[in-house]
């Protein structure tokens, strides 16, 4: 089975997969941006099993729990690095992100999987430099998660939407470039696992 990635526009409460990715701070407090409306939606209970089960978690890392009232079995919480100047490891800790919500994902054995922009709202990462770090650490990581059949970006507004749809695009003919390079000299066949989903 190839893993997929899609881009779409939406509130990510809504999604129907098994795992939603939240956007939390590193208390695992709910806060505001999409980490609020997942704590809105899921009910008091998210942050109760928050609370009991994990004291923080730190940037780059990940934590798992039900997903409560939402449609969604569980949500996965990463924490996003804070935007200062682009020297301060934001790209490696957004990468690892990325890489550790995944396969959190996989260990409580999710096929499908909804991913926020990370770190573009509050944390003010910009949004084309952020959706590039995503794009290419979801490739990366599906190629050693080949049970993770979906990661949907769910964006909230049109820009944001734009950022991923055009990060994907280059992030998937570099990839397939250098896979193509690296594994298979002079096979024209195409060599990425990642297809572009539409809306
Ligand atoms: P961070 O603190 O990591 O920057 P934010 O929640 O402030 O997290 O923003 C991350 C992204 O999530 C932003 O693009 C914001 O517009 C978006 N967002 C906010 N609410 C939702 C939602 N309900 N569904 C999907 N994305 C959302």
């Not at 020297?87 to 409580?108: G, I, M, P, Q, S």
């Not at 992030?171 to 390079?181: D, I, P, R, V, Y």
Request: glycine share 10%; net charge negative.
């Amino acid at each position: 089975m190839h893993p997929r990635i899609e881009v779409t526009k939406g509130d990510i409460t809504e999604e129907e997969v098994d795992v939603v990715v939240n956007a939390a701070n590193e208390r695992l407090k709910a806060g505001g941006g999409v980490d609020g409306a997942i704590h809105r939606a899921a009910g008091p209970t998210l942050q109760e099993e928050l609370d009991r089960r994990y004291s923080g978690c730190a940037t780059g890392e990940a934590v798992v729990t039900a997903g409560h009232g939402l449609p969604a079995r569980h949500v996965v919480h990463t924490v996003g690095p804070v935007w200062k100047d682009g020297t301060a490891k934001e790209d490696e800790l957004l990468t690892a992100c990325h890489r550790n919500a995944l396969r959190c994902a996989a260990e409580v054995g999710a096929g499908t999987v909804a991913l926020p922009a990370i770190s573009t709202g509050a944390f003010g990462y910009p949004v084309e430099r952020a959706a590039r770090v995503a794009t290419r650490a979801v490739v990366s990581a599906l190629k050693e998660l080949p049970e993770i059949e979906c990661v949907r970006f769910v964006c909230f507004d049109d820009g944001t939407k734009q950022a991923f749809r055009s990060a994907l695009e280059v992030t998937l003919k570099e990839m397939s470039w250098e896979s193509e390079e690296d594994e298979r000299p002079g096979d024209s066949r195409p060599s990425s696992p990642v297809w572009m989903g539409s809306e």
